[in-house]
């Protein structure tokens, strides 16, 4: 009986819970209308199109299974646009939050002319990255003119093909990359880094621990929160990238630096196969879902390790 009575009891406050708690959730039935309209419904057909012989255009097509998904695993030049988008957001993430967090600590210090050059590193990151590409393009010249084959022919070393080979033209699109946004990141640790209490470091010194200890027991710490915060906008941001790589390399050379989201504009529109582009679209959204989860797990457990 007891056990009967107070199960109903937590029964009755659930619903009581629940009825307290209705009125605020018509608040957010705009979002979850306006969420529904722009990305469930969208992705749904995407998913759906995927299974068809759709081309864009025509209303008459027909159902086809997964003859799409076995199309991309058995074309090379869509998996390097999966594998190259992969490495691009991971490596770039990585390389970013470990040049980010330091030049942060950096521009915390007191120094001469800290605050030009905060904004110095900050603005590296507001041209968008289709100018930059365009400039470090000219930067990057396989050809006399460029910029780098100007200094080593100054001192007497041959020019380079930057852009004209398989690794180094992936290897200068990720160092564009790097360059470009490791300013911005460093500003978002910087915010981050300006709320810690001064009192932890001196009464830090105070207990003998040095600049080492005072970084991994008190900076590190509290910069969790923002290396999440950090390394999401990187993954997210990186797997979508576009127009970096396309106005730097235009996706060559070959195929070696194409992008998932330049291969889904190319065969869903430029060649009028909508559903193969769905169906690559499709697969890059899992991917993007498996990538992002396992960041979050990761950046999770180093919020664990040093609670």
Not at 8 to 18: C, E, G, L, P, V
Not at 276 to 281: F, R, Y
């Amino acid at each position: 009986m007891i056990a009967i009575s107070t199960a109903k009891t937590s029964r009755r406050k659930k619903n009581n819970a629940f009825l307290e708690n209705l009125p605020s959730a018509w608040f957010l039935l705009p979002i979850f209308i306006v969420f529904a309209i722009l990305t469930v419904i969208p992705l749904c057909q995407t998913l759906f199109y995927s299974m068809t012989d759709y081309n864009g255009y025509s209303s008459n097509f027909h159902f086809i299974g997964f003859k799409n998904y076995s199309t991309i695993f058995a074309d090379p030049s869509l998996l390097q646009a999966l594998s190259f988008t992969l490495l691009y957001a991971i490596v770039t993430t990585l390389l970013i939050t470990l040049l980010a967090i330091p030049l942060a600590v950096t521009l915390n210090s007191a120094m001469w002319g800290r605050s030009f050059a905060r904004s110095l590193f900050f603005f590296l990151g507001v041209p968008s990255q289709a100018i930059i590409g365009l400039v470090w393009k000219f930067i990057f010249s396989p050809l006399d003119a460029g910029v780098i084959n100007k200094i080593l022919a100054s001192v007497g070393l041959h020019s380079v093909q930057w852009l004209s080979q398989d690794g180094t033209a992936k290897f200068c699109v990720i160092i564009v990359a790097v360059w470009m946004q490791v300013g911005w990141h460093a500003t978002l640790y910087l915010a981050y880094l300006q709320t810690i209490p001064h009192d932890l470091y001196e009464q830090a010194k105070v207990d003998g621990a040095n600049a080492w200890d005072r970084f991994e027991h008190i900076t590190l710490p509290q910069l969790v929160p923002g290396i999440s915060v950090s390394m999401f906008l990187l993954m997210t941001g990186g797997l979508k990238i576009y127009d970096l790589p396309y106005t730097l390399t235009g996706g060559g050379p070959g195929t070696s630096t194409n992008t998932i989201t330049q291969a889904i504009i190319l065969r869903g529109i430029d060649q009028s196969n909508y559903a193969l582009g769905s169906a690559l679209a499709s697969l890059f959204t899992i991917a993007c879902i498996v990538v992002i989860a396992l960041q979050m797990k990761a950046t999770d457990a180093l919020g664990k390790r040093f609670a």
